[in-house]
Antibody
Framework: EVQLVQSGAELKKPGESLKISCTGSGFMFTSYWIGWVRQMPGKGLEWLGIIYPGDSDTKYSPSFQGQVVISADKSISTAYLQWSSLKASDTAMYYC???????????WGPGTLVTVSS | QTVVTQEPSLTVSPGGTVTLTCASSTGAVTSGYYPNWFQQKPGQAPRSLIYSTTKKHSWTPARFSGSLLGGQAALTLSGVQSDDEADYYCLLYYSGALIFGAGTKLTVL
């Protein structure tokens, strides 16, 4: 059974750093792209970027390039999304996704809620 | 900046048929944009319904179908059920980048 398990909810202060994770199981992690999607409270879905854990090829949305870093550790079938300095506007639910090809999404993780507040 | 446009809201009667569309500000949507469609209900993660324009996942109900219609990607729901009330998002692929539409709120009334 394909599963994407995401790390738990986070409460952080502005300026703090954060790394959230997405661990895949039930499939060959290095043969699929893993993506990240943001959903701010009451808003729509926004694509942040994707990574191919097999060779770490990474593509970012121009809107998020330089704002976040996507990485992966294929030895533990885990992809990451990280921030070096959080802002209140980063408050959102973050979903990871599995892509058979960059343009084709099949599975979604349950989401990680990130709250940034002083 | 490329924009993907969907109807903000649609209403359909139970048992009816409704078509949601997805347009690109760059011009006609083709199969090369690999249109995907997702369903999201309140408090839940999105669920994938359609990929590569017309392909269904193993869990996609038969009443959902994807197509290209008049230069746009389209999602048609036939025999709509109350359980289909949700937000629906399309996603288009632009040579290495992906862009979501703003979503369509479908009401079954």
């Amino acid at each position: 059974e394909v599963q994407l398990v995401q790390s738990g909810a986070e409460l952080k202060k502005p300026g703090e750093s954060l790394k959230i994770s997405c661990t895949g199981s039930g499939f060959m992690f290095t043969s699929y792209w893993i993506g990240w999607v943001r959903q701010m409270p009451g808003k729509g879905l926004e694509w942040l970027g994707i990574i191919y854990p097999g060779d770490s090829d990474t593509k970012y949305s121009p809107s998020f390039q330089g704002q976040v870093v996507i990485s992966a550790d294929k030895s533990i079938s885990t992809a990451y999304l990280q921030w070096s300095s959080l802002k209140a506007s980063d408050t959102a639910m973050y979903y990871c996704t599995r892509h058979e090809a960059p343009g084709d999404v099949d599975y979604w993780g349950p989401g990680t809620l990130v709250t940034v507040s002083s | 900046q490329t924009v993907v446009t969907q109807e903000p809201s649609l209403t359909v009667s139970p048992g009816g048929t409704v078509t949601l569309t997805c347009a690109s500000s760059t011009g006609a949507v083709t199969s090369g944009y690999y249109p995907n469609w997702f369903q999201q209900k309140p408090g839940q993660a999105p669920r994938s319904l359609i990929y590569s324009t017309t392909k269904k996942h193993s869990w996609t109900p038969a009443r959902f179908s994807g197509s290209l219609l008049g230069g746009q990607a389209a999602l048609t729901l036939s025999g709509v059920q109350s359980d289909d009330e949700a937000d629906y998002y399309c996603l288009l692929y632009y040579s290495g980048a992906l862009i979501f539409g703003a979503g369509t709120k479908l009401t079954v009334l």
